[in-house]
């Protein structure tokens, strides 16, 4: 293997599995950061450091590394790079060089984010980054806004590159309706993408212009107002939860068919009703993370009429994913456990959030722990499954080899048993009253159990995504030879030698007009 | 099978829909009525939250058993080794559509207008009510009484009276959060944002911050203290008479420290 030809390399493989590669360190250095909160939270008082700046440096980190340097990377990065030119039929993307310009900027925004722990004054703005707080900090808030501008920049030109790629590099007789769900819900993600990212840009460009060019968009002794802040930062970062959202559930409908071996249960309501309902919807519903923020009422009125019909996109897919598994003949392999696991975590995640789509409910709620226990099930780990689980679906295409499946199963199932304790009690205590963002909780004692209870669940989840990792390293080097289509799939990237040469495919692939991606047939 | 499940699902939005229908009658009547005591939010956010929960619960254990039904009826084994579904015809596709659009429409506005209605009993201050000013800041909760009486970090205030926090920031934003009276609302700089409890009995709240504002953010606590409204009474007067002594002309020395007395007060309490 030539290191050369890694880092120049412009084939969309390649530059997928590079995403891959940085957004799983990233991930692994967000879930230490993790670790070491749970670990401080353990007991009253100070635990593993006396200084409550250095806990909101970790929780900075988990939050803005694990939303722009692990989910949406991994999923709008390595699965699309990898699995849309594949799927689609086409030989690359239709930018290959654009293509390794956005890997490589990822990774400038994955180390500026991880800079965080050498320079003197870190960040310490949560991954939201509100004024006035982030205006009058110490810590180095340009750091924050150049980490998402080089990170949503990346994102924009990749979204523009895939948009391109799918309108115009289709196998011939691919036609849209035989797409597979993961490209319709990508390309969706892609389009939140191009229309909100520019809009988070403005935000945290004008934080650190307040900062530190003297500017007053946000300072309401020379004009400003604090707010605007909050709602231009909310009209991206709740569209960026189905930025996650799509792909990852896209991810969860390729594993469950492929695995059930059964046609994906109305595919027309999925993509016109699910992906097109939630795109309609996204922008739409912001001023849900505002509810207590001291908004207009009648907005927050209506924005919850807005968030409630969240629920019916939602559900059309819910119902696709659970009618694909009726009549199946399900085969209880890793990649299916890590879907079956989303099904479920979505589930508990999805209702939880009912509650919290009402005003009135939020106010009790709001910035507890049962917000941080909702969104942890609903998108957090529910979108790590589905990544856990597409890395395992597509390693035999990726490596040309198998991973071990006992150790995959028993990852899996340690990583669930952890993560329902952790979020489980944390929804709980959150309902009792547990703030979060909270270094140390005397004034709340009557929670220590719960949360020595908590860290117990976070190391063992960490043991479970540990033993994931560790099977795709050695599956990588030694695994068994897997074959071209060790699933049996009739979806395109399965059609050709694993792993892909360069070019995709030996000869150019052309569809027959009664295929279809999830068309199983028996033998 | 199908049309068996077809039907269940007719039945449930049928029930979504009567429920909707007999929910909105009242709750615009419930706005017109003039309310005889005054009302009090925690216990109907109490009653909604459970409500809301029992649903939520009751929807998840059905959904989870159906597809854990499913997943084991559809494992795989010899006979099945591929999946058996059909097609659906074009009805039926349009039907998968419109039949759950409407389920989940029902419950959403069903759960909308409940939400809304506890709504107005948040936000609707009751005209009896004791307006306090709240400055919020680095890390404190500074509260001052209509007759001028300051407090800092905990408010003192008569079981029975509705108490409305007028509430600003002098540098970060804050959320004034009341655990036991289920009620946020955030603080920040150039606004006046509001909220309101009903203290109905003696006893202590925990008041803490639920908004990220600065390195000690988990420590920003105070107490709301309610008293009976005689004992109230003569608390306040106690301090109405240390108010008037520091806001004296003659003795310049209080005047200088104008928040001592209340932080001597409150220790005292």
């Known amino acids: ?523 | 099978m199908k049309g068996k499940r077809m039907h269940e699902t007719i039945r449930r939005a049928a029930a979504g829909l009567t429920a909707l229908i007999l929910t909105v009658p009242a709750w615009a009547a419930g706005g017109d009525k003039a309310a005889p005591a005054t009302p009090d939010p925690a216990r109907d956010w109490d009653h909604l939250w459970n409500e809301v929960i029992l649903d939520i619960t009751i929807i998840g254990i059905l959904f989870a058993i159906v597809t854990a039904w499913f997943i084991w009826q559809a494992r795989r084994r010899p006979g099945n080794e591929v999946g058996a579904s059909v097609p659906l015809s074009p009805a039926s596709a349009v039907g998968w559509v419109v039949i759950p659009i409407f389920v989940f429409l029902s419950i959403d506005l069903y759960t909308a207008a409940n939400g809304w209605v506890l709504w107005n009993t948040f936000r609707d201050v009751p005209a009896n009510r004791m307006e306090v000013k709240l400055e919020a800041g680095m890390y404190s909760w500074d509260y001052t009484y209509p007759n001028g009486v300051r407090t800092q970090n905990e408010l003192v205030v008569p079981a029975g009276t509705p108490v409305v926090l007028r509430m600003t920031s002098r540098d970060t934003l804050h959320s004034h959060y009341i655990p036991d009276f289920r009620v946020k609302e955030d603080s920040m700089p150039g606004r006046i944002t509001y909220l309101w409890f009903n203290p109905t009995k003696p006893g202590e709240h925990i008041v803490t911050c639920a908004e990220y504002c600065g390195v000690m953010h988990g420590y920003m606590a105070g107490r709301i203290i309610v008293k009976a409204p005689d004992e109230y009474a003569a608390w306040m007067k106690g301090e109405e008479i240390r108010l008037a002594a520091a806001n004296a002309p003659e003795p310049a020395p209080a005047a200088t420290k104008p928040t001592k007395p209340a932080k001597s007060a409150a220790k005292k309490t």
């Open chain 1, 1 to 523: 293997m030539n290191l050369k030809e890694w880092i120049f390399t412009t084939d969309h493989k390649r530059v997928g599995v590079l995403y891959l590669i940085g957004s799983i360190a990233a991930f692994a250095v967000a879930g230490i950061m993790a670790l070491l909160m749970r670990a401080e939270l353990s007991t009253i008082g100070p635990t593993i450091t006396a200084n409550p700046t250095q806990y909101n440096v970790w929780l900075y980190t988990h939050g803005a590394v694990m939303i722009l340097g692990f989910q949406i990377p991994a999923l709008t990065g390595f699965f699309a790079n990898f699995c849309i030119p594949l799927m689609i039929g086409a030989k690359d993307v239709a930018f290959p060089r654009v293509n390794a310009l956005s890997v490589w900027l990822f990774y400038v925004g994955v180390i500026l984010a991880l800079l965080t722990f050498f320079i003197p004054d870190p960040p310490d703005v949560m991954w939201t980054g509100y004024p006035p707080y982030s205006t009058i900090t110490t810590g180095n808030t340009a750091m924050y806004s150049f980490t998402v501008l080089i990170l949503g920049f990346a994102s924009i030109i990749g979204g523009v590159n895939f948009l391109t790629t799918v309108a115009y590099m289709r196998a011939p007789g691919l036609t849209l309706n035989k797409l597979n769900i993961f490209v319709w819900c990508t390309l969706a993600a892609f389009v939140l993408q191009l229309i909100f990212v520019p809009v988070l840009g403005t935000a945290v460009s004008l934080i650190s212009m307040d900062k530190y060019l003297g500017t007053n968009f946000f300072d309401p002794t020379k004009g400003g107002d604090v707010l605007t802040y909050q709602n231009l930062f909310w009209f991206y970062s709740h569209p960026a939860v189905y930025v996650i959202f799509l792909p990852f559930i896209g991810v969860v409908y390729e594993i469950i068919a492929a695995h059930a071996k059964n046609m994906v249960f109305n595919y027309k309501m999925v993509v016109y009703g699910g992906v097109g309902g939630i795109v309609l919807l996204a922008g739409e519903v912001w001023v849900h993370h505002l509810y207590v923020s001291g908004m207009a009422d009648w907005l927050r009125i209506g924005q919850m009429v807005t968030t409630l019909m969240i629920s019916i996109p939602v559900g059309l897919m819910m119902i696709g994913l659970i009618g694909t598994l009726y009549k199946g003949s399900i085969a209880f392999t890793t990649p299916m456990l890590y879907a079956l696991g989303v099904v479920f975590l979505f589930l508990i995640g999805g209702l939880t959030g009912i509650p919290l789509a009402v005003p009135s409910l939020t106010i009790g709620v709001s910035d507890t722990y049962y917000v941080v226990g909702h969104f942890h099930y609903v998108m957090a780990v529910a979108g790590t499954f589905a990544i856990f689980g597409g890395v395992y679906h597509w390693f035999p295409k990726m490596t040309g080899r198998m991973y071990n499946e006992f150790w995959g199963k028993l990852g899996f199932w340690i990583t669930f048993v952890g993560v329902n304790i952790v979020f489980w009690i944390m929804m709980d205590v959150g309902v009792k009253g547990m703030p979060r963002r909270y270094y140390d909780y005397a004034h709340f004692p009557q929670f220590e159990g719960a949360h020595q209870w908590m860290t117990v669940g976070a190391a063992i989840l960490a043991v479970g995504f540990t033993i994931a990792i560790l099977n795709w390293i050695l599956g990588a080097i030694n695994g068994k030879p897997s074959g071209d289509n060790p699933w049996g799939s009739p979806s395109l990237e399965w059609s050709t030698v694993s792993p892909p040469p360069h070019g995709n495919w030996p000869s150019p692939p052309s569809v027959a007009e009664d295929w279809h991606p999830y068309g199983f047939k028996k033998g």
